[in-house]
């Protein structure tokens, strides 16, 4: 089988440790962010993209997305991503039949 | 075995080629395969928690921030052992797919250590909660879901990092056994990144929009 076969090189720890950096270094910019006086909704929307760009790094490199068949990529995140949109679109809406429901 | 066809492709011919995986159309064995659809369907879970939470949490007039100076240095504490680990997952599954038996069983045990120390850090920040009056649908400071929704989401992911402390045990006991193989450390890899991966969400949700500027 394909994957049996031990890897002739030594894979480099360097890379890793470049993204350990900075998903570290990124943990730290949200922490000093959430002492800053901003909008809740702005907060939630920087914190969020700062949290998918770690998602990002940790799926690419560390879950080695990034080297494996595009066939995989493309079955996986847009199943996921799709799935997130539709609960954002519906969800809000189920908050608001909850209230203007026939009593 | 291969054959060719009349473009000069090489394609499986026996069933066992075909069936066996590492093929068509992903180049994954199945389990990997497996554990990924798995991870995509768990982490929709977590999405829905996590969106209905946000929802509420920023619609809400009177959310609670009660997360003081402390409290937001023991989770950011968790953050960065959680982070490690995933490092030492990593060079786990380095060291398996380069037939170091030892050195893998290492690296995994340093991760489950990790997750350990990620489950004490947290149970003793459930504890100081519980202890100041935090319930699931009551606490003294404002809106009751504060409780529910605290709880259920890190308790949640708490039961998956405890989960994954003892699927690694598993894994590290047999791979050092020659019973499981380098795949299979991969595969459990893969599972302790999606716990790390849920964390880097419930952290600034949870914790640092919730916490004790004033």
Redo the contacts between chains.
């Keep these: ?4 076969v ?2 002739a090189h ?2 480099p ?1 360097k890379p ?2 470049i993204v ?1 950096g900075f ?2 270094a990124f ?1 730290g910019i ?2 000093i ?3 800053q ?1 901003l909008d ?2 702005v ?2 929307v920087i ?2 993209s ?2 998918i760009v ?2 990002a790094l ?2 690419s490199y ?3 997305l990034r080297y ?2 595009p ?2 990529v493309w ?2 995140m847009p ?2 991503v799709f ?2 949109v539709m ?2 679109v519906v ?2 809406d189920g ?1 608001r039949l909850f209230y203007m429901r026939p009593k | 075995m291969a054959t060719e066809d009349m473009m000069g492709s090489l394609h499986a011919t026996t069933e066992a080629d075909v069936w066996s995986g590492g093929t068509s159309p992903y180049a994954v064995v199945p389990k990997k395969l497996g554990m990924w659809l798995f991870i995509v369907s768990d982490a929709i879970t977590f999405s829905a928690l996590i969106i209905a939470y946000a929802y509420t949490r920023v619609s809400s007039a009177s959310w609670p921030r009660p997360f003081e100076g402390a409290s937001i240095a023991n989770a950011t504490v968790m953050t960065i052992i959680l982070l490690s680990s995933s490092i030492t997952v990593v060079m786990a599954v380095r060291a398996a797919k380069m037939d170091a038996r030892a050195s893998a069983a290492k690296w995994l045990m340093a991760t489950m250590v990790g997750g350990i120390l990620f489950d004490v850090l947290h149970i003793r920040e459930w504890l100081g909660l519980i202890n100041e009056g935090v319930v699931l649908f009551k606490n003294p400071w404002g809106v009751p879901m504060f409780g529910a929704s605290f709880f259920t989401l890190t308790g949640l992911h708490m039961t998956h990092v405890t989960i994954g402390v003892v699927y690694l045990g598993v894994i590290a006991w047999g791979f050092n056994k020659r019973k499981y193989n380098a795949d299979d450390v991969e595969v459990s890899g893969l599972y302790w990144h999606f716990v790390d991966l849920v964390w880097m969400f419930l952290f600034p949700l949870i914790y640092l929009m919730s916490a004790k500027t004033a």
């Design positions: 089988m394909a994957n049996d031990v890897h030594v894979e720890k890793f440790m350990w998903l570290l943990t949200e922490v962010l959430a002492y006086q809740l909704r907060m939630l914190l969020m700062l949290s770690k998602a940790i799926i560390f879950m080695h494996e068949r066939s995989l079955t996986l199943a996921l799935v997130i609960m954002f969800f809000p908050v």
